[in-house]
Protein backbone atom coordinates (compact mmCIF):
# COMPACT_ATOMS: atom_id res chain seq x y z
CA UNK A 1 0.00 0.00 0.00
CA UNK A 2 1.36 3.49 -0.84
CA UNK A 3 -0.18 7.02 -0.38
CA UNK A 4 2.69 9.47 -2.35
CA UNK A 5 1.24 13.58 -1.32
CA UNK A 6 2.61 16.15 -3.40
CA UNK A 7 2.06 19.82 -3.92
CA UNK A 8 3.34 21.04 -0.86
CA UNK A 9 5.46 24.50 -1.17
CA UNK A 10 6.00 27.74 0.73
CA UNK A 11 4.05 30.70 -0.23
CA UNK A 12 3.07 34.12 1.21
CA UNK A 13 0.12 34.98 3.76
CA UNK A 14 -2.85 34.40 1.16
CA UNK A 15 -1.84 32.73 -1.20
CA UNK A 16 -3.04 28.93 -2.46
CA UNK A 17 -1.60 25.89 -2.89
CA UNK A 18 -3.20 22.24 -4.10
CA UNK A 19 -2.28 18.81 -2.23
CA UNK A 20 -2.37 15.64 -4.09
CA UNK A 21 -2.92 11.72 -2.92
CA UNK A 22 -1.69 9.24 -5.45
CA UNK A 23 -3.19 5.99 -3.62
CA UNK A 24 -1.70 2.28 -4.53
CA UNK A 25 -2.75 -0.92 -2.91
CA UNK A 26 -6.01 -0.68 -2.14
CA UNK A 27 -9.21 -0.42 -3.51
CA UNK A 28 -9.23 3.05 -3.10
CA UNK A 29 -13.42 3.63 -2.91
CA UNK A 30 -13.63 0.93 0.27
CA UNK A 31 -11.88 3.67 2.53
CA UNK A 32 -12.70 6.94 4.02
CA UNK A 33 -9.80 9.08 2.80
CA UNK A 34 -8.37 12.47 5.13
CA UNK A 35 -5.84 14.73 4.93
CA UNK A 36 -4.28 15.51 8.61
CA UNK A 37 -1.13 18.02 9.42
CA UNK A 38 0.93 18.24 12.01
CA UNK A 39 2.78 21.27 13.06
CA UNK A 40 6.29 21.38 14.32
CA UNK A 41 5.93 20.33 18.24
CA UNK A 42 1.71 19.62 17.80
CA UNK A 43 0.14 16.55 17.38
CA UNK A 44 -1.41 15.60 14.22
CA UNK A 45 -5.19 17.25 13.47
CA UNK A 46 -7.74 16.26 10.76
CA UNK A 47 -8.41 18.83 8.23
CA UNK A 48 -10.94 17.20 5.78
CA UNK A 49 -12.35 13.86 5.18
CA UNK A 50 -14.61 12.16 2.73
CA UNK A 51 -16.35 9.42 4.30
CA UNK A 52 -18.61 6.98 2.59
CA UNK A 53 -17.46 7.73 -0.56
CA UNK A 54 -19.26 10.94 -0.87
CA UNK A 55 -19.54 12.91 2.35
CA UNK A 56 -17.27 15.57 3.23
CA UNK A 57 -16.36 17.58 6.74
CA UNK A 58 -14.02 20.01 7.32
CA UNK A 59 -11.57 20.99 10.68
CA UNK A 60 -13.52 24.26 11.76
CA UNK A 61 -10.06 26.19 11.23
CA UNK A 62 -9.92 25.75 7.42
CA UNK A 63 -13.94 26.05 6.80
CA UNK A 64 -14.27 28.19 3.78
CA UNK A 65 -10.99 28.22 2.75
CA UNK A 66 -9.82 24.48 1.58
CA UNK A 67 -11.61 21.94 -0.50
CA UNK A 68 -11.31 18.21 -0.52
CA UNK A 69 -11.96 16.36 -3.49
CA UNK A 70 -11.34 12.96 -5.19
CA UNK A 71 -10.97 11.46 -8.54
CA UNK A 72 -12.17 7.94 -7.75
CA UNK A 73 -10.83 6.91 -11.33
CA UNK A 74 -7.09 7.96 -10.57
CA UNK A 75 -6.98 6.68 -6.88
CA UNK A 76 -6.47 10.36 -5.85
CA UNK A 77 -7.38 12.73 -3.57
CA UNK A 78 -6.89 16.32 -3.38
CA UNK A 79 -7.25 19.50 -1.18
CA UNK A 80 -7.29 23.11 -2.72
CA UNK A 81 -6.19 25.60 -0.07
CA UNK A 82 -7.35 29.36 -0.69
CA UNK A 83 -6.32 32.25 1.12
CA UNK A 84 -3.47 30.52 3.65
CA UNK A 85 -2.18 32.10 6.80
CA UNK A 86 0.50 31.28 8.34
CA UNK A 87 -0.99 28.92 11.11
CA UNK A 88 -1.87 26.75 8.28
CA UNK A 89 2.23 25.87 8.17
CA UNK A 90 2.39 22.00 8.77
CA UNK A 91 3.82 18.95 7.36
CA UNK A 92 0.23 17.64 5.24
CA UNK A 93 -0.71 13.80 5.62
CA UNK A 94 -3.06 11.98 2.98
CA UNK A 95 -4.65 9.32 5.03
CA UNK A 96 -6.75 6.17 4.37
CA UNK A 97 -9.10 4.62 6.77
CA UNK A 98 -11.92 1.97 6.97
CA UNK A 99 -15.01 2.69 5.60
CA UNK A 100 -17.61 3.78 7.42
CA UNK A 101 -20.62 6.16 8.19
CA UNK A 102 -19.25 8.22 10.86
CA UNK A 103 -16.77 11.02 9.64
CA UNK A 104 -13.86 10.98 11.93
CA UNK A 105 -10.68 12.91 12.86
CA UNK A 106 -8.76 10.64 15.38
CA UNK A 107 -5.71 9.12 13.95
CA UNK A 108 -6.12 5.91 15.38
CA UNK A 109 -9.34 5.34 12.81
CA UNK A 110 -6.56 5.77 9.71
CA UNK A 111 -4.69 2.83 8.45
CA UNK A 112 -2.96 4.06 5.75
CA UNK A 113 -0.36 7.05 6.17
CA UNK A 114 1.80 8.73 3.47
CA UNK A 115 4.85 9.99 4.55
CA UNK A 116 3.77 13.61 4.32
CA UNK A 117 4.25 16.95 2.33
CA UNK A 118 5.40 20.11 3.68
CA UNK A 119 3.27 23.54 3.78
CA UNK A 120 4.90 26.98 4.60
CA UNK A 121 3.25 30.24 4.91
CA UNK A 122 4.97 33.32 5.45
Known amino acids: VQLVESGGGSVQAGGSLRLSCSVSGITYSRFNMAWFRQAPGKGRVGVAT???????VYAEAVKGRFTISQDNAKNSLYLQMNTLKPEDTAMYYC??????????????????WGQGTQVTVS
Open 50 to 56: IYTGDKI
Open 95 to 112: AAGSMSNVASFLVSDFIF
